[in-house]
């Protein structure tokens, strides 16, 4: 079937275009023909496979579009797994390879497998006899299975493994994190569905405290104080939705959305100038800082293990999203491959975001004063105790940020009467260990081009001397990277390092190099020993900036197969190449997050600690390009 003579009911409009229910059940129908997905297989991953930059900058409006998606499948009852290439267009199966876990990793684990946890755990001898000298129910405990990674078991090689917590709930309402049965851990095979091992290291009390923030008489009385506050736009918004295309003021892009990154932007540009063809999250990763016998294996990949917005959360009027709001839903396909809509998982508005300019002259007499608003583009996903918002935001003098809102509840362990030098005690015997969340972003730049460079820019102190006698000066120092290797970069707040994108074809006014500026928040990367597992697998995590030549194959920075991968896949595999970036067409990836060591002030339910970047134009306009912005009132101009 050539793509013309594409399937009934399959859209084709644009090769970025949203997935459809359609387009689900079109993968799901040639597998099912080609043999692949049997009884027994199960999807365990599937997102769009997008098109190479090329052709979707080259595509015109009614060009045939081969709408293709890649959806990786397990077989549960032998733990084989193919990662494959459906056009949903045709119906062909484009490719299949079936994965080596040893060497790939495993695919993610699946909410299939989830459901069996307690039931595995529950036919254990050892699981059972743990419990029992703790005093405790079987039936009141809630198994949590996390994913394992890979340590010194060689019998766990090639096996689909997690290893399992247990929770105490004392009633159907109780929140089970605020018991946890400390000291005891259990290794399952999720194919052979039996228990490895059962470690139990220590008998710890079982914390009694309460974590139902949402019960009443533990919250107690609600504030009665605070006045209702109404977002309105009498006249609508100032954007327009066409599927999944926006345009808001200058700006002009599409959305997408996937399982394992959530929200995408595409094809972001500001008054006709490119800027940003594709930018995500496309990993994070939070390793645990307790090296005790039961927890020192606590890292966890919320994307490439457990394809984090999945789970992502139908957004609520005047509860998640405030205002003038339009809704976007997304589609994703269940562990049988049928396909799933989450109502509501995008959300879009405009905000007013305080003074954008502002100045009263005292020669000229004049005051002028120009509010700011941002476009923002928003999804929220839990994914187990921790539940995150991911918000881009642009502006209207050009900038666009990344905002991440983490709440949720904290991972919980007893806390000893002896303390705990890796955990801070949130609640009488209940302790939060020790923590970082760190993302990568995937910012595919397109500054005026795609040809682009990137610079290192810095703050230098210039010593006193015959051309500086009184000792102020400084200034700027850039450095072009012009490799993969020398592009591997910490960020360094004390001379306010920063990564300029320049387009070296293009120049401004000035004559210089017109580009767009990163600027880091400056806070840690990895802290943990070079030498340990997780940092062998997040290798990504412990710079801010890498960058690397553009090739649509290269998508996530831990690779394709994090779960049980033994590491060096993802971007330390790439730059080993050391291709040359000066003018040409590169990929951005930026490590950012928080290092979190928990206050008691974050329990039951933590209040939302934020962590992002900020992209500004430097040099891309001659000139303020929010001059134009109207006075909001007669009073300001």
Known sequence: MTIAEARPGIAVEHPLGMTTAAEVDAVRAALVTAGLLTETVRFAFFAPEEPVKSAVLEHHDGDAVDRRFRAVLLDLASGRSWDTVVSATSGDVVSSRELDPPVDGQPPIIDTEFELIE?????????????????????????????????????????????????????????????????????????????????????????????????????????ETLRPIEITQPEGPSFSVEGNRIRWEKWDLRVGFNEREGLTLHQI??????????????????????????RFWQNYFDCGEYMFARYADSLQLGCDCLGEIHYLDAVIADDLGN???????????????????????MFTGSAETRRQRRMVFSFFTPIGNYDYGFYWYLYL?????????????????????????????????????YHQHLFSARLDMTVDGVRNAVEEVEAERVPIGPDNPYGNAFRQRRTRLTSESQAQRSADG???????????????????NVGYVLLPENKATMLADDASSIHARATFATKHLWVTRYDAAERYPAGDFVNQNAGGAGLPAWVAADRPLDGEDVVVWHTFG?????????????????????????????????????GAAKSCH
């Not at 079987?138 to 997690?162: F, H, K, N």
């Not at 800027?275 to 939070?286: D, F, G, L, Q, T």
């Not at 109502?343 to 002259?361: F, P, Q, Y």
Request: with cysteine; proline share 11%.
């Open 594 to 630: 928080t290092t979190h060591f928990p206050r008691p002030e974050d329990w039951p339910v933590m209040p939302v600690d934020y962590t992002g970047f900020t992209l500004k134009p430097a040099g891309f306009f001659d000139r303020n390009p929010a001059l134009d912005v109207p």
């Open 494 to 512: 004390s001379i306010t390092r920063a990564w300029h994108i320049v387009n070296p074809e293009k120049q401004n006014a000035m004559g210089q």
């Open 119 to 223: 039931d595995i755990l529950n036919a254990e001898p050892a699981w059972l006899a743990a419990l029992e000298k703790r005093g405790i129910a079987p039936a009141s405990v809630r198994a949590v299975p996390l994913s394992a990674g890979v340590y010194d078991y060689p019998g766990e090689a090639g096996r689909r493994i997690v290893r399992a917590f247990g929770f105490q709930q004392d009633h159907e309402r109780d929140h089970p994190w605020a018991h946890p049965i400390d000291g005891l851990v259990a290794y399952v095979d999720l194919t052979a569905r039996s228990v490895d091992r059962v470690i139990d290291e220590a008998v710890l009390p079982v914390p009694s405290t309460s974590g139902n923030f949402d019960d009443p008489e533990f919250v107690g009385p609600a504030r």
């Open 397 to 433: 003098d050009g900038t666009i940020q990344l905002e991440v809102k983490a709440t949720g509840i904290v991972f919980t362990a007893a806390y000893p009467a002896g303390g705990n030098d890796y955990s801070t005690e949130v609640a009488p015997g209940l302790g939060a260990p």
């Open 339 to 361: 396909p799933k809509t989450i109502t509501n998982a995008i959300c879009m508005h405009e905000e007013d975001h305080g003074i954008l300019w502002k100045h009263s002259d």
């Open 269 to 294: 540009s500001f008054d006709g100038r490119p800027i940003v063809y594709r930018a995500s999250v496309a990993e994070m990763v939070v390793p645990y800082a307790d090296p005790s016998p039961v």
